[in-house]
């Protein structure tokens, strides 16, 4: 059997104190509208495990599929301008 030896956290750059950082808490609420879009569909389909869907059902799921698609795209168009930053 091998013992697992660990290193000590001397270095800069193994200390981590739990806490995400500036720059992942600036992702994730640039992400937060696609996150909720995500969340209120999964409501959606969950709703809809138990019985089976009507009109008004599938019209709510495909709201919010299209919600997600647009969160998307808009995450995608947005991350795309700020990297873009350069002149034409």
């Not at 091998?2 to 992702?27: M, V």
């Not at 089976?52 to 995450?75: G, I, Q, S």
């Amino acid at each position: 059997m091998k013992s697992i030896i660990t290193l000590p956290a001397t270095s800069a750059g193994l200390t981590f104190d739990g806490e995400p950082s500036d720059a992942e808490l600036d992702a994730i609420e640039r992400e937060l509208p696609l996150i909720a879009a995500e969340v209120d569909l999964l409501d959606v389909e969950i709703a809809l495990l138990d019985r089976p869907a009507t009109v008004l059902d599938e019209r709510r799921v495909r709201r919010a599929r299209n919600r997600v698609l647009a969160e998307r795209r808009d995450l995608t168009n947005r991350a795309g301008l700020a990297q873009s930053g350069g002149a034409a």
